[in-house]
């Protein structure tokens, strides 16, 4: 604080010093601010910003008068050294002006102004000349720079490389634009100065640069320009033609000093003359004659083959039309105009014509004109190639003549075939009747003999006359294709059930999978679709010795209301060269032609399957190795029906059976459900046996409660071979047929069950129709004589029934003869028997491999007949993985595991809520759990009780549990007195009222 201003605070508000000051300021702004109702507020901070202010007036006035005494305290020295100082500025000052009065009067003369008379003038004129003049420069400076800009656009504008360089190597360039990048490669800047980083000069063909020399020196003798062509390499290597012109700069003396000149990159120009040089000598030497007209189609070249051929000289073409030099001199507008109108348009002509030569003459010529164009599109002339057809035209003609006659006679051909078809099919049916006929009767061993020889050889006759006859109504166009509703599963099954005895002769597996998208019912020819399989399903078991045959069919497109499908063939057999492949749809081709071919056949069926197809908007082809087996695929459009074909069963309730008594031994009882109910439920009566023991223990009965025995091979305690070896030991059973059941469908399995002493073999999963045809084929040998069970493949209805992912409902419907109870009941036991089945496997593998083989091989048999295809493969993998190399079974066990899972997880979600809900309703009765855990004990001990404690547990439990599950245990107690059955039938119940 400016003690001036201290001592006027202390005097009057008795403030002693800066600090006391500050204290009463700050009590006056917190006694303000404390009382809100004080008329003043502001005086606080105001009273202090007062005081800041005297402060600093006080401070300022002291300054003020410090610089005042100061300046008085000035002597007279330092006013002599100022007044000096001012003298030598002053004089200074005046040279300067003397200086600058004589720039501007040279200023003025340069500019062509009158000069000003400096001895007139003072300061303020001459700082107005100066200002005048420096406008003038700059306008002058500008215009300078405009030229610079114009010359600059001028020089960027030409096509070309603009230099001026020195006339002696290293040939440094004082100037050279920017073009030079582009021809060159290398920057301009490279080449600038005396001494470049890099001279022009190496940049030029050595061969060349004797050229670019002599030039230079004629200029620099008296020729003042100059121009040459020569080459150079760029940058990256590549060969540029380039034409420098330029001329010889001197100076006043007429010494030289520069080359001033521009390089151009002429390279496409060469390569263009090179090119027109080649077409030129092409078209001079061409054999054909050649015509060039402008845009008016008039002559304005012919290539000498044109004179030669035709007999006119360019004298008399040029100028011309060429419709009117070719047509006997008679002029065509019309016909010239179209051809100029279509090639004015840019298209091609083309056209087979018959010319008049100079002689008269006449000869036939095919005719190409074509625009030619300029690198801009633009059309500019037309080339006509005449190409001499005279040969062809005459071979075309007899050719023409021969196909004609060939036509009709194959015509008359067909026709005789196609319209013979019905009076040669008429004996050869007779013929094949007959004979079946007369093998019915009794013959000796010599006239079946020849019977059975003469129906196999009618048979194939008529089979070699059905492909001649659809051979001829193909090629005679006359062979028809229906539109029907049909069923796909329907012709698969037709197809599985004509080759299924043949590939087991053969000891082949023949697997049939239809895809899960496939249409139930679809609109096209069921009949020609099951002949395009049928043949190569033949040919696949044919060709084939051993190993599997595989049909699949799948959909691999739809539009609208079409699908598209792809049907693969697939076999094992001996496979086909590129060569065989070539021709094998040919007709009357085949793999080997020779005479001593191993294989017969005509040589259409695939000929006829390929027009099949090709019918119904498909296409057929092979994939094959030799020795590896073959492919064929061929698709189809077909459309979908939109009315599902639904037919009743008429033979599910037939009992062609009933009499027939069978012993069926099985450990599995989801195998034993299902060839149960299809034998009961055809008639048949059937006992049930968990393994060898059991079924010797049936057998030790008299009378023998059996006909025959369906015997499973795989089974804990004794299998089926030991047990089949025991039966046989015993007289009493030398005649008694047993059939094996097994997931088996190997050879060498079924040899060995003969051998041991079985009869007959049937695989699983079961079929109904094989099933029955076998009870019957055997229970004549027994004296009991059945009626055919007619097995009709025919669609089930599939609503109300659970649908799993990746397994054919329909399938399995076939194979349970439409019994929806049984397709559930399956699928519920399934996961009741193998809830735990990985848990159990891993068990097996470390404690157990025997039980873990025969668990395996049951889950074959389940996988298969409940249609898991992907478990099924899982299963056999790792079976073989078993008899193979059992201690390295990891990867296979585990694979097997997680599929199993995954089908107990699909299964036990689907059956969790809504279908175990419908089934299994749990009883609360405590005297229905009394009563099952006694029935269990009377079955156990084969106790005749158990009937009275059947018949109240039905009273308890019929509203709870569904009736056929209580009706079959009924039946097996009280009618069959088949104790093991029964005890399954309860444990389903159980099972059915979530009891443990």
Not at 204 to 223: E, H, P, Q, S, W
């Amino acid at each position: 604080m400016n003690r001036m201003l201290a001592r006027q605070l202390k005097r009057h508000l008795a403030w002693a010093d800066e600090a006391m000051s500050e204290a009463q300021l700050c009590a006056i702004e917190e006694y303000i601010a404390a009382h809100p109702e004080f008329p003043c507020l502001g005086l606080g901070a105001n009273f202090r910003r007062l005081l800041t202010v005297i402060d600093e007036a006080y401070q300022q006035s002291e300054r003020d008068l410090a610089l005042s005494s100061r300046s008085l305290q000035i002597s007279s020295d330092e006013l002599t050294r100022s007044n000096d100082t001012l003298r030598l500025e002053s004089e200074t000052r005046q040279r300067a002006i003397d200086a600058l009065w004589q720039t501007a009067c040279q200023l003025q003369m340069s500019l062509g102004l009158p000069v000003v008379n400096n001895a007139t003038a003072d300061l303020e004129q001459l700082s107005i000349l100066m200002g005048q003049l420096v406008d003038a420069r700059q306008q002058a400076e500008l215009a300078l720079q405009a030229q610079a800009a114009q010359f600059q656009t001028l020089v960027n504008n030409i096509p070309g490389v603009v230099f001026r360089r020195e006339i002696a190597k290293p040939w440094g360039m004082q100037y050279i634009d920017k073009e030079i990048e582009v021809l060159s490669g290398y920057t301009p800047n490279l080449f600038l100065t005396s001494s470049p980083q890099l001279s022009y000069h190496t940049l030029i063909m050595v061969d060349d640069m004797v050229l670019l020399d002599r030039a230079i020196a004629t200029a620099v003798a008296g020729g003042e320009r100059y121009s040459v062509e020569y080459r150079i390499h760029d940058a990256q290597g590549v060969l540029h033609w380039v034409y420098e012109r330029g001329q010889v700069l001197r100076d006043t003396q007429g010494q030289v000093q520069y080359l001033d000149g521009i390089l151009f990159d002429i390279t496409e120009q060469k390569q263009a003359a090179q090119q027109v040089r080649q077409l030129s000598a092409a078209i001079e030497a061409s054999p054909n004659p050649v015509l060039i007209t402008n845009l008016q189609g008039l002559i304005e070249y012919a290539n000498p083959k044109f004179e030669q051929t035709f007999g006119f000289t360019s004298a008399e073409m040029l100028g011309r039309s060429p419709v009117d030099v070719l047509g006997g001199g008679v002029p065509n507008p019309v016909a010239h105009n179209k051809i100029l109108q279509q090639v004015l348009q840019g298209q091609e002509w083309h056209k087979d014509l018959r010319n008049i030569c100079k002689d008269g003459s006449l000869i036939w010529m095919s005719v190409s004109i074509s625009p030619i164009r300029e690198q801009s599109g633009e059309i500019t002339h037309f080339v006509a190639v005449y190409d001499n057809i005279e040969l062809r035209k005459a071979v075309e003609t007899e050719l023409i003549n021969a196909k004609e006659a060939a036509d009709q006679a194959n015509r008359l051909k067909s026709d005789f075939l196609a319209n013979m078809s019905h009076e040669i099919r008429t004996p050869m049916n007779a013929i094949i009747g007959m004979t079946h006929l007369t093998l019915q009767t009794e013959l000796n061993n010599k006239q079946r003999d020849y019977l059975s020889k003469i129906s196999l050889a009618a048979e194939s006759l008529l089979h070699i006359l059905n492909d001649i006859l659809d051979f001829s109504k193909i090629e005679a166009d006359r062979l028809g294709m229906e539109t029907i509703p049909f069923r796909f599963d329907q012709v698969l099954n037709q197809v599985r059930s004509l080759h299924e005895i043949k590939a087991e002769e053969k000891k082949l597996e023949l697997e049939i999978i239809l895809a899960q998208d496939c249409p139930s019912t679809l609109l096209g020819d069921p009949l020609r679709i099951g002949q395009i399989l049928n043949n190569l399903v033949s040919n696949a078991i044919k060709f084939t010795k051993e190993g599997k045959i595989k049909v699949s069919v799948e959909v691999v497109a739809q539009l609208e209301n079409k699908v598209r499908l792809h049907i693969a063939v697939q076999d094992s057999g001996i496979g086909l060269t590129p060569i065989q492949m070539s021709s094998l749809f040919k007709p009357f081709s085949q793999a080997d032609s020779s005479t001593t071919r191993k294989f017969g056949g005509t040589g259409l069926g695939l000929s006829i399957c390929k027009s099949l197809v090709e019918m119904m908007e498909g296409e057929l082809w092979v994939e094959s190795q030799v020795n590896l087996g073959s492919t064929f695929h061929f698709t189809a459009w077909l459309a979908c029906a939109s009315v599902d074909i639904e037919v009743d069963n008429p033979t599910q309730n037939r009992k062609n059976l009933n009499g027939v008594r069978i012993l069926l031994v099985e450990d599995n009882p989801l195998n034993q459900q299902v060839a149960q109910e299809l034998l009961t439920g055809a008639g048949a009566s059937v006992l049930l046996a968990q393994h060898g023991g059991e079924a010797l223990g049936w057998l030790s009965i008299d009378p023998l409660p059996c006909d025959f025995i369906f015997m499973d091979l795989q089974m804990p305690v004794l299998d089926g071979h030991q047990t089949t070896q025991l039966i046989r030991s015993d007289p009493r059973f030398v005649d008694l047929p047993i059939i094996a059941m097994t997931a088996h469908a190997m050879s060498d399995e079924r040899q060995r069950c003969l051998e041991n002493g079985m009869n007959d073999y049937i695989t699983k999963p079961i079929r109904p129709d094989v099933l029955f045809a076998t009870v019957i084929k055997w229970a004549a040998t027994q004296n009991i004589i059945l009626d055919d069970i007619e097995v009709i493949q025919q669609h089930f209805n599939e609503d109300h029934l659970i649908q799993f992912p990746g397994i054919n409902t329909q399938e399995l419907l076939q194979r349970f003869m439409g019994d929806k109870k049984l397709y559930t009941q399956l699928f519920k036991q399934f996961l009741h028997e193998y809830k735990n089945g990985s848990e159990t496997l891993t068990h097996l593998l470390k404690k157990d491999l025997r039980g873990a083989t025969l668990f395996v091989h049951s889950m074959k048999g389940v996988a298969g007949t409940l249609g898991m295809h992907s478990l099924l493969e899982a299963t056999i993998a790792l079976e073989n993985n078993l008899k193979q190399d059992p201690k390295a079974t990891t990867k296979n066990a585990t694979a097997f595991c997680l599929e199993l899972d995954r089908m107990i997880e699909m299964v036990s979600t689907a059956y969790s809520e809504s279908a175990v809900s419908n089934l299994a309703v749990v009883s609360n009765s405590a005297e229905a759990e009394l009563l099952i855990e006694q029935l269990f004990e009377l079955l156990d001990a084969c106790d005749g009780e158990s009937v009275e404690i059947y018949y109240k547990l039905r009273d308890d439990l019929e509203h709870v549990v569904d009736v056929s599950l209580l009706d079959r245990l009924g039946c097996a107690i009280a009618n069959d007195f088949d104790f093991s059955a029964a005890t399954r039938w309860l444990k389903e119940i159980q099972l059915a009222r979530g009891l443990s």
